[in-house]
Structures are given as structure tokens and as C-alpha cells.
């Protein structure tokens, strides 16, 4: 028998365009296949001149090489701008599906350990277990962007 999620009762939540999960603090923004051609619509650019311009390769958990949007030296995400995202409506599904990501959603203590820095967890909208479990489903279908090395 699988054990009960603490949000099988939902969560609430509603982004507030706050921007503190987008600003301040060192992260990583992975970016998948559909990600990087949204973008590149957004901002009306070709591939190469997006990722040369605006993302970096960082490794993850397991040592791979990773496509993730690159940070300003403040820590701010390369595509905030004065008043928040400059491609809100663009932005990439890991945004998108903050603050329904595995770590945060791993215990009641990650969610409320993340509420304290994001004021839009546990307000607004409810979140069904059923929705939430759908969030979590979009970022496996999508996966993210490795760099492939060439074997010569």
C-alpha cells in the first residue's frame, strides 16, 4: 500500500509575480527542447545566439553536462528584468511548475521550509493531489537538454 502524500488534500497556491524565486539566490533554470524553441520565439532569436547569449552548461547530480539559463552576478535569473520576467509568459516548465518540484514536495517540513521565501504557498488557488501529481508528470515528459559528446 502506498503511503498517503501530505498533500493528499491539495496545496494551495498562486504566484504572485513576486519574483523571489527568481531573484537573489544562486539556482539552476533547466531548460528542455520545447523550453529553448519557446524562448527563442519570445525573444525573436535563433538557437545558437539564445543559448550562447543566455545559458550555460552546469553539471548535475550525476556529473552530467546540463543546459540551464545563465544567473546575473547579483544572482538574478539573466531574464528577469525591472518589474519581473521579461518572457513570463514564455517562461521555461520549471518555472512554470514551481512550487510543485520532487524536493519541495518530498515533505510538509520542504513545502513549509519553502512557503517562508515564496509568499504565494499556502494562499489563493487550490491545488488538487490529482493536478499536483499531473505538474509533476509535464516535467517528466519533458526532459531537459544534455550535451552530448562526440566520441571521435
Known amino acids: 500500500m ?3 502524500s501530505f498533500y493528499a488534500g491539495g496545496l ?4 504572485l509575480r513576486c519574483s523571489s524565486c527568481c531573484r537573489n539566490d544562486a539556482g539552476f533554470v533547466y531548460l528542455s527542447e520545447d523550453d529553448l524553441k519557446k524562448l527563442t520565439s519570445a525573444l525573436n532569436t535563433n538557437r545558437k545566439i539564445f543559448i550562447n547569449t543566455y545559458c550555460r552548461w552546469v553539471s548535475d547530480m550525476r556529473g552530467n553536462e546540463v543546459l540551464s539559463l545563465k544567473e546575473k552576478s547579483n544572482y ?3 531574464l528577469w528584468e525591472n518589474s519581473g520576467c521579461s518572457v513570463y509568459s514564455a517562461r521555461p516548465l520549471q518555472c512554470v511548475t514551481f512550487p510543485f518540484w520532487d524536493n519541495i514536495l518530498a515533505s510538509e517540513k520542504n513545502w513549509e521550509i519553502a512557503s517562508s521565501g515564496c509568499p504565494g504557498i499556502n ?7 490529482n493536478d499536483i501529481n499531473e505538474t509533476i508528470k509535464m516535467r517528466e515528459r519533458e526532459p531537459v537538454i544534455y550535451k552530448t559528446v ?3
Open 76 to 78: 538574478d535569473c539573466i
Open 150 to 152: 562526440s566520441m571521435g
Open 123 to 129: 494562499s489563493g488557488d487550490t491545488h488538487t493531489e
Open 2 to 4: 502506498k503511503n498517503k
Open 12 to 15: 494551495k497556491f498562486s504566484c
